[in-house]
Structures are given as C-alpha cells and as structure tokens.
RNA sequence: GGCCCCGUCGUCUAGCGGUUAGGACGUCAGGUUUUCAUCCUGAAUAUCGCGGGUUCGAGUCCCGCCGGGGUCACCA
C-alpha cells in the first residue's frame, strides 16, 4: 500500500451546510492524502434532487478555504477525471447499470411503492423480498417494452460473508443476507448512492474511502458491485461519529452547527482544524497548537480512535484561546475586522488589543472589552462610591488629588502613573482597593477591565481627565 | 427486533499481561494581577461498564451480560 498512490475525496451531499462532523471527516481526507504526498478531491454527490438546497456547494467551497483544505480537482478546478458533480455523470453511470444488468449482478424491479410499503407494514424492519429477483429475463423484457416504470436493484449474494478489512475498524465481517437487494437506478434514471460511489470512486482512481461509521453497513453492496465490475476497492476507512453534550449523533436537525458558523462566532480557522483533528485522534496531551503542516506530519490513519467522541465546546474555547495569544497583533488585528465598528481608530485599536488578547476566548470578545475606550461610558455616582467606600465629599477630594497628579505627569505611562498615584493613595485615607477600584469604574463603567493605569494611558491624558471631571462636576 | 461497531476520570485521550492507571480541557484551592481574566503552583475526580473465566499476575486475552451508537429508503 506503500507505493500505491494516495487519492482520497470529501464527497459531501448538496443537501444543506456540512456540519462539523462531516467536516472532520474531510480533514482526515486531506490529512491522508497529503502525508503521502497524493490528491485531495472534492466530488459533489447530487443524486438526490429532491433535497438539493440551494447555495450548499458554496458553503462546501467557503468550508475547505477557510481550514485550508485545498483541492487538487474538483467541480470548479476540474482534473483529469471529470466531471466532478454526480449530475453531470449519468450517462456513466447508465453505461454501467446496464453492463451490470448484463452480467446478471443486478436486475430489474418492477415492484410498485403500493407493494413496498405492505412489506413494511407487515414488519417495519423487512428487506425487499426479492420478489423480482425471481423473473426471467424474458418477462422482465417484455415488461419494460410494455413500458413498466422500473428500478435496478443489485443482486446480492444471498448467503456468505463480505469481509474486509477497514482501515480504523479492522477486520469486518457481515452476513451478506443482511443486506438487501438495494435499489442503484431509480425510476428516473438517476443512479442511488451506492451505484454512484463505487463507479466514481473507481474512475477517479480513489484509493481511500473515509467514511462515517454509518455507511459501514451498506459496504458489502459497494464491496459486491466492485468484485461485479472486475475493478479493485479502494481501502475503506469508517470513522466514529460525533455525538452532542447529551451523547445523541451531532445532525442537522439536533441543531448541529457547521464549521462556518463557529467561525462567524469569532473562532478562527486554526483553532477550529485543531480541535477537530484532536476529536478522535491524539497526539500527546492533546492541548497543543498543531497547524495544518504539523497534522500532515503526525497524523496517522491506524490511529483513528474508533469511539464516537463528544463534541466539548470548552477545548474549543481552550484551543482557542490560546491561538489568540501566540498571534501577533498585526494578524490578530486583520482578522477582527468583521468584529468593530468601522469608525474605530485601527491604532487605538491594536493598542487595545494588546491589552486584551490575553482574555479573550473568541474574537467576539473584543468589542464588548474594548467600546468603552471609543465612547465614554455612563457612570453614575452612586457605582463610583459603592467602590470608594468614602463620603462624596471625600470621594471628590480623592479625585481632585488624582486629576492634579495627572496634570503634573508630563510623561504619561503606566509605570509613571503607577509610582505618582500609589503616593497620592498612600497619603489619601483610601485604601489601594478603594481608590483604584473608584477610578476604574469612574473611567471605565465597569469594575473589570484591563490594568488601570494602561487603560488610562490608552485613553489618553485628556480623556482621563475628562472622565474624571465627568463624575464629579 | 435482526445484524454490526464501541465501552479507561465530566470531556478528549495514554496504556499494547506486572504502572502508585499518566496527560490535557473543565472543576476547586493558593500565588501573581492594588479588579477580573491571563499566567504559575497545587488538589480532587476512573474499584478501567458488570459478571465469569485463562494466568503466578488482566484495563490489557476469552465468554456472557448490560449500556451507548449505527444500519435495515427509488436519502446521502
């Protein structure tokens, strides 16, 4: 397998924004392709035109640029085997369904969704009876020349096991009368998933398929159609699911979120492709800051943990947060752009930032640490002396000391106004929690924020002034 | 229900017959921060789902059970 050349593809379904889980499961396609120096490819599977939402493949395109997942081919790009959008491949796929037919490795149903859906209300888990299995292929001749709506169905060795050997689950085995004769060509002529992948897969010369755990049982049909076709199968990888704080499979409906839209609440991209890559895998402690390079570099497809993992917002904010810190302000800054008012001085803001990066989790954080500084805040006397613990009158006395202090102080930073303040405190009656924990308030509105004298150096010598003089006139 | 997969701290996991079962996130406490967060230090938290075996010795191997998950569409 060493030598083999290394293709893997993310084949997500138009039907609506991947969520997390899916996407997971394309950076573990990307990972693999690209530690064995192969192509990561981008297929869409639009078989179903019933559940097609509108808009879904941009936000498949806007998933793999913002982690970074880049395509080698794809619908837009293109590559040696196009098309890379299931639609536009039905005359393949009819060629194939009849060779098939032709073999004798899947026939044609004639059964009526009426008689369907009686199997099923005599034993909701019933297979297809095989009720058509059974025609000759002179009935079922004169039946289509008649003009009968039909489907195709695979036909499926009714005893014995498929084994094979999955590449994180290890040695599968399942009994081939667990599957039944599933439908690959509807009605309409379109082909069903499981005709679909395996003629696509073949073609584009796939030689890994990651897969969500749920496709494990329907395997035995790619597996059948493969061995039907004379064409060697790709190496199967079926990886865990991702589950809910209540343990329930992440999904669409349970509100699953995609990838995007924990980056609209101030992840960034980094973050995200690390927490991903650590739900499953591990490497060391499993807190460590791995970019995309270093996750080609480690990642091993033998190690794919084979539990479901439960998606923890937490080591998301922890991972987070922590990209946050190592990044310089200068990115850091380009990145908050969606997050501030336009009209904030870009300066004043990196000054900020500066400040504030250390506690911020999300890039979300950042406005509400910082507008105070743009727009001075409504205090009320009454929160200024809940702080000071002093009369008004000796309140106002403490912030007159305070205000000739900083008029005096030519050189105004923090290391300054620390040493002048902590005498003029010292001499005040005040205690250091009273007499800083009122100017703050008094300068900022609120009782947490950022060291006090760096905020007031950011404010400026005049603004503090005025924000002083504010509360006590 | 049949079949299949999974089962180590709340969470992600290390562990590959002999360990005081380790780390990280989270939690709690202390220190730093004249606030909070960060940061630093420390602590608690797992009789390795349960019960049987095999073995001198089992989280590690075997069997059964229980629990969780997946699947059984002309959806992917």
């Known amino acids: 397998m060493a030598d083999t050349h290394v293709r893997t593809r993310n084949a997500p379904s ?33 078989t179903d035109q019933d559940r097609f939402v509108p808009g879904s493949i941009e936000k498949i395109y806007q998933i793999h640029d913002l982690l970074g997942l880049v395509r080698d081919e794809d619908p837009v790009v293109g590559g040696p085997f196009g098309p890379y959008i299931q639609s536009q491949r039905l005359e393949i796929y009819q060629k194939y369904a009849s060779l098939l037919v032709g073999i004798d490795a899947a026939y044609p149903c004639f059964c009526s969704e009426e008689r369907l859906k009686s199997l099923h209300e005599k034993d909701q888990f019933a297979k ?60 309409i002529g379109i082909p069903t998933y499981h005709l679909a992948v395996v003629i696509d897969d073949h073609l584009m010369k796939i030689s890994h398929v990651l897969r969500g755990v749920e496709w494990m049982a329907s395997t035995p049909v790619h597996l059948f159609l493969y061995e039907a076709l004379g064409w060697q199968p790709p190496t199967f990888a079926h990886v865990p699911l991702l589950l809910g704080p209540d343990k329930s499979k992440l999904s669409k409906r349970h509100g699953a979120k995609s990838v995007l839209e924990y980056a609209e609440d101030g992840y960034l991209p980094e973050a995200i492709n690390n927490f991903l ?35 923890d917002i937490q080591r998301l904010n922890y991972l987070n947060s922590q990209w946050i810190k190592k990044m310089p302000i200068e990115d850091l800054f380009l990145r908050l752009n969606t997050y501030i008012p336009a009209d904030w001085n870009d300066e004043k803001v990196k000054q900020i930032l500066a400040l504030v990066k250390e506690r911020m989790f999300t890039l979300r954080d950042f406005a509400p640490a910082a507008e105070y500084f743009f727009t001075a805040p409504v205090v009320s006397v009454q929160s200024v002396l809940d702080q000071s613990g002093h009369s008004e009158k000796e309140t106002v006395s403490w912030f007159e000391t305070v205000k000739s202090v900083i008029k005096d102080i030519s050189d105004f930073n923090s290391t300054v106004l620390h ?8 001499i005040s009656g005040f205690s250091p929690k009273e007499a800083f924990m009122s ?31 504010a509360i006590i006139s």
């Open 14 to 46: 138009p039907t609506g924004v991947p969520h997390v889980g899916n996407t997971r499961t394309a950076l573990f396609d990307y990972l693999l392709a690209k530690k064995y120096g192969g192509e990561f490819i981008l297929r869409i599977e639009d």
């Open 128 to 187: 297809y009876d095989r009720f058509c299995r059974k025609l000759t292929s002179e009935e079922a001749q004169r039946k289509i020349a008649a003009g009968e709506p039909y489907v195709l169905r695979v036909k499926l060795p009714e005893t014995g096991f498929t084994i094979w050997h999955d590449l994180v689950q290890g040695k599968l085995s399942l009994p081939n009368n667990e599957c039944d004769d599933k439908v690959i060509m509807k009605t």
């Open 277 to 311: 890559f650590y739900l499953g895998f591990s490497y060391k402690d499993n807190s460590e800051m791995l970019t995309l390079d270093k996750m080609v570099e480690i990642f091993d497809e033998k190690k794919i943990q084979r539990q479901n993992a439960i998606f």
């Open 419 to 426: 040493d002048e303040l902590a005498k003029a405190q010292a």
């Open 439 to 469: 100017l703050r308030v008094a300068i900022s509105g609120r009782s947490v924020t950022p060291p006090l004298f760096d905020c007031m150096v950011i404010l400026g010598k005049d603004e503090t002034l005025k924000r002083l003089s």
